[in-house]
């Protein structure tokens, strides 16, 4: 148990419509990064959240966006919904920003279908 | 695009034999880390890495780093059944903001 948490576990979605995914950090873990996980392939960074402001962002489009609040928690929305985005979403909270090598602690992950 | 590269792509060892993975990256990093996910989970974290390092012990783990040569080892001795994951490696790149770059993965198999 890493004590990141997030919601739902699965989702179902046809194309074009919205999600929001959440996600729960450890207490006092001021960063949050989002990936998405094809089937078979490695985690893609998608942003990093620290202190509530965009840290950094991978090549991802616009229509990923993100939110960090106060109490630790943080979202990822996804708009106009592809069938590209069929992939499990993790987060990962540390402490502060990485590149200080802080470890990461990953949630369980959102499986997002996408029909 | 992915800056990590494992080697195998697959594994399969009998219990108690020794497995090894390894990892080629592009660019330089700040450290590197090794990751093991179980049936499509989140991920654990294993060991890091920095840059100036070049072995690392935890466990049964051994991670090697040759920086001037791009690539990371990861060894598990005297594996055991509950060792059957993927293994991911990470990077930070030096340069060009923050981002954590994964590999494609090797996925061990370990035969009781």
């Known amino acids: 148990e890493t004590g990141v948490t997030q919601s739902p576990t699965h989702l179902i979605k046809t194309r074009g419509q919205q999600v929001t995914l959440r996600c729960s950090s450890q207490s006092g873990h001021n960063t949050v990064s989002w990936y998405q996980q094809a089937l078979g392939q490695g985690p893609q960074f998608i942003f990093q959240?620290?202190?509530?402001?965009?840290?950094g962002r991978g090549n991802f489009p616009p229509r990923f966006s993100g939110l960090q609040f106060p109490n630790y928690s943080s979202e990822l929305n996804v708009n106009a919904l592809e069938l590209d985005d069929s992939a499990l979403y993790l987060c990962?909270?540390?402490?502060?920003?990485?590149?200080?090598?802080?470890?990461?602690?990953f949630g369980p992950g959102t499986r997002l279908t996408v029909l | 695009s992915q800056q990590g590269e494992e080697d195998p792509q697959a594994l399969s060892i009998q219990e108690g034999e020794n497995a090894t993975m390894n990892c080629s990256y592009k660019t330089s990093i700040n450290n590197l880390q090794w990751y093991r996910q179980n049936s499509g989970r989140g991920l654990v974290h294993l060991i890091l890495?920095?840059?100036?390092?070049r072995e690392k012990h935890s466990g049964r783990l051994r991670v090697t780093l040759d920086t001037s040569k791009k690539s990371s080892s990861l060894l598990i001795t005297a594996s055991r059944a509950a060792d059957t994951a993927s293994y991911f490696c990470a990077t930070e790149p030096g340069t060009g903001g923050f981002k954590t770059i994964f590999g494609a993965g090797t996925r061990l198999f370990v035969k009781a």
């Open positions: 990962a909270s540390s402490l502060g920003l990485a590149g200080s090598t802080d470890t990461q602690y």
């Open positions: 959240y620290y202190r509530e402001e965009e840290n």
């Open positions: 890495i920095r840059s100036n390092e």
